[in-house]
């Protein structure tokens, strides 16, 4: 009997901890992403040049989102970039290319810099696929 309640005690405080979390769980439900939700909105992704980081340029710019691409690769970035298809995407799709091991004072430039691209709109999204790859 004390088994059955400290279990649901337990079920109740692990329920209340998730409902009360500090985090968006929308991508762990089964709807699709809506365009409105997308459109127009500037998204900043890196890891873009290849991967899941790849993979979520193309499906958001197919959404219409405004995309700022980063890795350490340029080139990649470049053909992940001319890939795309969407309201803003190939011509409006922005590169910085970047390397997360960098110093602070290059990290914040890339950040003006991505804040100051689409008019100045600032970034909606960011999305942190980037990698640490050892030799």
């Avoid at 890939?83 to 995407?89: N, R, S």
């Amino acid at each position: 009997m004390i088994f059955i309640f400290l279990s649901l005690l337990l079920l109740v405080a692990l329920l209340f901890k998730f409902l009360t979390s500090d985090g968006d769980f929308t991508l762990l439900s089964k709807r699709h992403a809506k365009r409105e939700e997308i459109e127009d909105k500037v998204v900043w992704i890196t890891g873009a040049s290849r991967g899941i980081g790849e993979v979520l340029a193309k499906q958001l710019a197919s959404l219409g989102a405004k995309l700022i691409l980063s890795s350490r690769n340029e080139a990649e970035l470049e053909r992940v970039k001319n890939q795309l298809t969407g309201k803003h995407a190939p011509g409006e799709v922005k590169i910085i290319p970047l390397d997360l091991a960098s110093s602070e004072e290059f990290l914040k430039e890339a950040v003006e810099k991505a804040e100051s691209f689409f008019s100045g709109a600032g970034v909606d999204y960011m999305i942190h696929n980037a990698a640490y790859e050892r030799p």
